[in-house]
């Protein structure tokens, strides 16, 4: 008869580095990330909904690059602190249910069910995140903006629960030194390869070097070392093209000689021809393209004024604007500019970036820019602007 080789028990994890010390520690900054990571989300998911009962602010311009620069950084430095910290607490996982006892039955099934909801929802919500800013969309079958934000919530509930049922031995293992085993399983005795001090300070290092890897998307001068960086600051006028003309469908409509932008306010329409747009006053900005995915970059962009074009069309103020592209199909051919974008003097449809007019990957004839607003919808190749009220 062969033998089964027996499951594995707590004790059958004998390293000394699988401990309290270490799972608070890496915790604390783990918890830091998923804070900012979490705040910041909520942040990029209100800029992106249809319509705002708080208006949403146009300023500061590069506040959303800021929030989406930190949102991707944090979620990047939680992946190997959640590896080291899943690795230090992995005997947890073998420990029996005691199944005799039913008011500790439920407490147990109480406590590990919240920490497999955690653990589930945190490995989700990294590995959509980085497929996202990877540009790979495997999820044909849900939204990922609409899921990864519910799964935040699941996320950071069961976080909170975690840290409430963990406070005590946290604040006793981080009040001790982080070689004393007051908390250790009664097993963990064996040492590691490395201190307990060097595994903390290495997962700190692991993590620096992954925000550094992912940063440089947004901060020029870390270019250099971002490997991860997928944006880089190159593409006409230095900033990067994310959907080309040629993949959204619209080389043809967008070069056609007989394009025309249509205006149209309470059902009236007015039209304009490229030339027309360029024989009206014409403003420069400097504003950032600021993608959901973490990467952004500035441009200098030049166009007309969106106000100057619906109040030529005798709108007043006041009311959202639906923005329409030549593109025919996908999620970001029509988005809504709130009326506090649309009223903004630093609003513009850009016919240049850096001076010159826009390529076609970048939007020509024209696009939108806006202060403020998430890159996703920055509307490129406009033909129609639209106030319904
Ligand atoms: N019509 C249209 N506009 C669009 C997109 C698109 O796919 N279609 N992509 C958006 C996204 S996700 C970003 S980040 C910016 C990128 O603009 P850029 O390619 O000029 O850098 O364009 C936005 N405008
Ligand atoms: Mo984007």
């Not at 590069?62 to 950084?73: D, E, K």
């Not at 934000?149 to 001790?176: C, E, M, N």
């Amino acid at each position: 008869m062969v033998s089964r080789p027996a499951a594995p028990t707590p004790d059958s994890f004998t390293s000394r580095l699988r401990s309290p010390a270490v799972a608070a520690r890496v915790g604390v900054w783990l918890g830091l990330s998923f804070g900012i990571c979490f705040v910041t989300g909520l942040v990029s998911h209100y800029a992106q909904l249809p319509s705002h009962p708080i208006p949403f602010p146009t300023s500061p311009s590069s506040g959303y690059r800021l929030t989406q620069g930190l949102h991707v950084i944090s979620g990047v430095a939680a992946i190997p602190l959640l590896l080291v910290k899943l690795w230090s607490v992995l005997p947890k996982l073998f420990e029996a249910v005691p199944l005799r006892d039913p008011r500790r039955l439920l407490l147990t099934v109480l406590e590990r069910g919240s920490i497999a909801l955690l653990v589930a929802a945190s490995i989700f919500q990294l590995a959509t995140g980085v497929l996202n800013a990877a540009q790979w969309y495997p999820w044909l079958t849900f939204s990922f903006r609409t899921t990864h934000y519910a799964l935040a919530w699941v996320a950071i509930g069961a976080l909170l629960v975690h840290i409430a049922v963990k406070l005590p031995i946290t604040r006793d293992v981080l009040l001790a030194d982080i070689d004393a085993t007051t908390h250790d399983r009664a097993s963990a005795t064996a040492p590691g390869a490395l201190s307990r001090r060097a595994l903390v300070r290495t997962s700190f290092a692991a993590a620096g070097v992954a925000v550094l890897a992912t940063a440089g998307s947004t901060v020029p001068w870390l270019r250099q070392v971002s490997l991860f960086a997928t944006r880089t600051g190159e593409g006409p006028g230095g900033v990067p093209i994310n959907k080309s003309a040629r993949a959204a469908g619209v080389v043809e409509s967008a070069s056609a000689p007989d394009w025309r932008l249509e205006v149209v306010v309470g059902g009236v329409a007015t039209s304009w021809s490229y030339d027309d747009l360029r024989a009206i006053p014409q403003h420069t900005v400097d504003l950032p393209i600021a993608c959901v995915e973490g990467w952004s970059a500035q441009g200098t962009w030049s166009g007309v004024r969106v106000s100057d074009l619906l109040r030529a069309a005798g709108a007043t103020a006041g009311a959202d604007v639906d923005v329409t592209s030549l593109q025919q199909a996908g999620a970001f051919r029509r988005t809504v500019l709130p009326a506090n974008f649309a009223g903004d003097d630093r609003t513009l449809l850009a016919l240049d970036l850096a001076g010159e007019p826009l390529s076609l990957d970048h939007g020509f004839p024209c696009r939108l820019i806006a202060p403020n607003r998430p890159g996703v919808l920055q509307t490129k190749w406009v033909s129609r602007l639209e106030v319904s009220a």
